[in-house]
């Protein structure tokens, strides 16, 4: 009982001095608070203003410029417009070298869970495979397949269902 106190009581003020950190405001070179946000645009202002965060993804803009990628029925085959929008993903990537990114590889609601898991891991791994050949460092980008577990539609139309078959991106590191 006396060491479960003694835990409990070292977390919390481990949590306390990690949330006070938070709010320390760092000097500049000219002795001026830095009111800069780690959500918002990198220092060197190669994102452009766009919000940026760790853990951010695009289907919530909140992966800079990276977009969410879509893909036809049952295929993991990149269209133009999907070329397209990773052509500016990867761009993106080059001018931010130190952002690395998880690749989720998603499907619609249709088809059974190993089908759907095996299908997204496909699209991530095209998506993964297209930025390597245009330039981007491979160990800066990992690829998980969610499969149908975690759709931004809930209709069970194809209106619903082309929102749901994606690969979007998860900034985990900038």
């Known amino acids: 009982m006396k060491f479960k106190s003694i835990a409990l009581l070292s977390l919390l003020a481990t949590v306390l001095t ?5 709010n320390i405001k760092k000097k500049t070179t000219d002795g001026t608070a830095d009111t800069s946000s780690d959500t918002g ?27 969410t990628v879509y893909f036809d029925f049952n295929s993991a085959g990149l269209s133009a417009d999907t070329k397209e929008t ?6 993106f990537l080059k001018s931010n070298p130190n952002v690395k990114i998880q690749v989720e590889g998603h499907t619609d ?14 699209r ?15 160990a800066r980008i990992a690829t998980i397949s969610l ?19 994606r690969a979007n991106f998860v900034v985990t590191t900038k």
């Open 147 to 165: 499969g149908k577990e975690k759709p931004v539609s809930f209709g069970h139309d194809e209106e619903s269902w082309s929102k749901n078959r």
């Open 86 to 91: 990773l052509n500016n993903n990867a761009q």
């Open 18 to 22: 990690l949330s006070s950190c938070a």
């Open 41 to 67: 645009s990198m220092k060197d202002g190669k994102n452009d203003g766009m919000s940026l965060e760790l853990n951010g993804d695009s289907d919530s803009n909140k992966a800079g410029a990276l977009k």
């Open 124 to 138: 991530a791994k095209t998506v993964r495979e297209y930025l390597v050949g245009l330039g981007v460092q491979v």
């Open 109 to 122: 609601e249709r088809g059974g869970v190993q089908f759907n898991l095996s299908l997204g891991e496909k």
